[in-house]
């Protein structure tokens, strides 16, 4: 802004500390309630790497709003030891993940093109972790996602979603999927 202080700050100071965070959580359970599982099936779905976004929804879903996660984690395409100890630590802890692997040709040529025309050297990933999961969950007739947090909102970009907490599909495409590119 005018007085060099970036647009992930000024939520913090502007909006994120006057959020009611009582009405929020009463907004989330009634969204559970409404897509809580009565049988023991999977009623979410969270893409997790084994970092701490992912991981901190998934045992709050389960823990505290009682809902059956089912946790998706897409390989990049270089993997890290500590995130491959991060991930087994969590299916240890009590959950259920599938794990996807991309076709390795397919996403050097997505990466490799968004990172010549979008600078965004880890495009294939970015566009796996929101289709596969939306895929998957699709398939399965798992109607919820939650993923760990909205990047625009947390680390700056667009304010189009600051006073939502939910968004949708047309938003994860023009945001995530660089406007369907």
Known sequence: DKDGVCS????????KNKINWEERENELLKLCNKFRSNN???DVVVPCSGGKDGSYVAYQLKHKFKMNPLCITVNPPLRLEIGEKNLKSFINSGYELISVDCDQESMREINKAGFIEMGSPYYGWL??????VAKIASQMN???VFYGEDGEIEYGGTKESEKKPIYDYKYQK????????
């Open 174 to 181: 023009k945001i995530y999927l660089e406007g369907g590119y």
């Open 8 to 15: 992930a700050c000024n939520f913090i100071i502007y909006k």
């Open 142 to 144: 798992i109607n919820l």
């Open 127 to 132: 566009v796996s972790i929101h289709t596969a």
């Open 40 to 42: 023991g099936e999977y």
